[in-house]
């Protein structure tokens, strides 16, 4: 095919599909060069917490440019930073009392790593440095971060630049790894830790990384079986192993908690945020440690000096207190559960009338949808149909972006797709979402070759 894309010098995830040229956005809505419109029912990748389009985001930047656009966090500080800073720790229900402001999630998670190695080393307990993570995670795109994650699909062409640390079966009620149900539970995959934990040699162990609910890898999967969380947390301080959750995709409000671990009612050591925490207006993110990391810190080397150049800028931190700020003046949280709580009831219906919707998952606006052969059997389709993909082109051609996902299975096996729109979404759009969905679904059921 000769493309238009031969003409351009971008490097584009796909070299051979043509992408609508995105010139607008406003609210859930992105309008291209031909004046079609889509509803963004993802908000990207679940990051555009505060829709699109917002003046008041862009008056932010502006006066912020104009202000101070950088000071170099090594020999500075700026009470942009000292602010978002301080609105983090009270949104956090005061838990992280130190927190470094950083560009992105992979970059916070990468962050999270070294104040828990800087923790230990601070501790006296030089040897340990591990991350140990759970198979079907996603913690980001660098070589350690991927190491961390556990998504084979997405691990496997950097397979050879990655280290082991260790990893265990993730919290995956739908497909328990140890056939167990909801009521049969007995946390076998929380208590999986602690001989992990022996195998890599405890005195080696770090940390243990976990995203409260499961974001494009596993699609809101989450313990449904209460105590999980209270679980880990016991065999972390048994043998001095710092809980790290990741919310880069959940925290800053998305599960309609500020972060997903107070809902779990559960104490992490350290918690990487991003994408919503700049409202879909800057790259941001962060991470944030509690008292009795930063203490040990503050007490012995009081120094935690590594960073990227960006980190810690005031641009970052002007954004992130106006989306904090946007968040709690229009009572964004609230509209997150009612929102949510209205999506997923919407959606179990929509799984009644469709033969390929298996499960649906997630809290809030963090809704993730599996799709089966068979709902009975639970089999998977084939691979080589691309279930998803084929159910993503439907949605753009219907004038919906959706985020999909593969892989939940065994890296490859298994299709779904994950929901986050916009916490300022209203009723009417959600309908539209679920109308959208219902027709592509329609679509892509009769297909030849899908149920025979
Ligand atoms: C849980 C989690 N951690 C880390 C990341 C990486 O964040 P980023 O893509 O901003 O680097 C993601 C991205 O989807 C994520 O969902």
């Known amino acids: 095919m000769t493309s238009v894309l031969q003409n351009q010098h971008v490097l584009y995830p796909q070299m051979n599909i043509e992408y609508p040229e995105i010139t607008k956005g406003d609210g859930v809505y992105l309008f291209d060069s031909n004046n079609n419109r889509y509803i963004d029912?993802?908000?990207?990748?679940?990051?555009?917490?505060?829709?699109?389009?917002?003046?008041?985001?862009?008056?932010?930047?502006?006066?912020?440019?104009?202000?101070?656009?950088?000071?170099?966090?090594m020999y500075s500080t700026t009470s942009e930073i000292i602010d978002a800073c301080a609105k983090i720790h009270h949104v956090s229900g005061n838990l992280l009392e130190k927190t470094m402001i950083v560009s992105g999630g992979t970059e916070a998670v990468e962050m999270a790593a070294k104040i828990a190695r800087t923790y230990h080393i601070d501790n006296g307990d030089p040897g340990k440095y591990k991350v140990i993570g759970r198979w079907i995670s996603y913690h980001g795109m660098s070589n350690s971060t991927l190491s961390w994650g556990g998504h084979l699909g997405r691990r496997k062409l950097w397979q050879p630049l990655l280290s082991e640390h260790g990893h265990i079966p993730p919290a995956y009620c739908y497909r328990c790894w140890y056939g167990k149900t909801p009521e049969s539970c007995s946390l076998d995959c929380a208590c999986a830790l602690e001989r992990e934990i022996q195998v890599?040699?405890?005195?080696?162990?770090?940390?243990?990384?976990?995203?409260?609910?499961?974001?494009?890898?596993?699609?809101?999967?989450?313990?449904?079986?209460?105590g999980y969380f209270q679980k880990i947390r016991e065999i972390c301080d048994k043998y001095n192993v710092l809980m790290i959750m990741d919310e880069v995709m959940t925290g800053v409000g998305r599960t309609g908690d500020w972060f997903a671990y107070q809902g779990y009612g559960v104490v992490p050591d350290i918690v990487t945020m991003g994408k919503a925490l700049g409202g879909g207006y800057f790259p941001v993110g962060g991470v944030g440690c509690s008292a009795k990391v930063s203490d040990v810190i503050e007490n012995n080397s009081a120094t935690f000096a590594p960073g990227f150049s960006w980190a810690g800028n005031p641009m970052a931190g002007a954004v992130i207190s106006a989306t904090i700020d946007y968040k709690i003046r229009h009572e964004l949280l609230e509209n997150v559960q009612s929102m949510g709580d209205y999506l997923m009831k919407e959606l179990r219906t929509l799984a009644s009338a469709h033969p390929s919707i298996g499960d649906v998952r997630g809290k809030g606006l963090l809704i993730g949808i599996e799709f089966v052969k068979s709902k009975e059997t639970k089999e998977p389709f084939d691979p080589a149909i691309q279930y998803q993909s084929l159910l993503v082109d439907a949605c753009k051609k219907n004038g919906m972006f959706i985020q999909s996902g593969s892989g939940n299975i065994d890296g490859i096996l298994g299709d779904m797709l994950l929901l986050g729109p916009a916490y300022t979404i209203r009723k009417s759009e959600i309908g539209e979402i679920v109308d959208k969905l219902d027709l592509s679904l329609s679509i892509v059921e009769k297909q030849p070759g899908i149920f025979d």
């Open 41 to 73: 029912a993802a908000g990207g990748p679940v990051l555009c917490s505060l829709g699109y389009g917002l003046e008041e985001m862009g008056d932010i930047l502006r006066n912020q440019s104009n202000k101070l656009n950088f000071s170099y966090r």
């Open 200 to 226: 890599q040699g405890p005195e080696t162990v770090s940390a243990f990384i976990a995203e409260p609910y499961s974001g494009n890898s596993l699609c809101g999967a989450h313990p449904q079986k209460p």
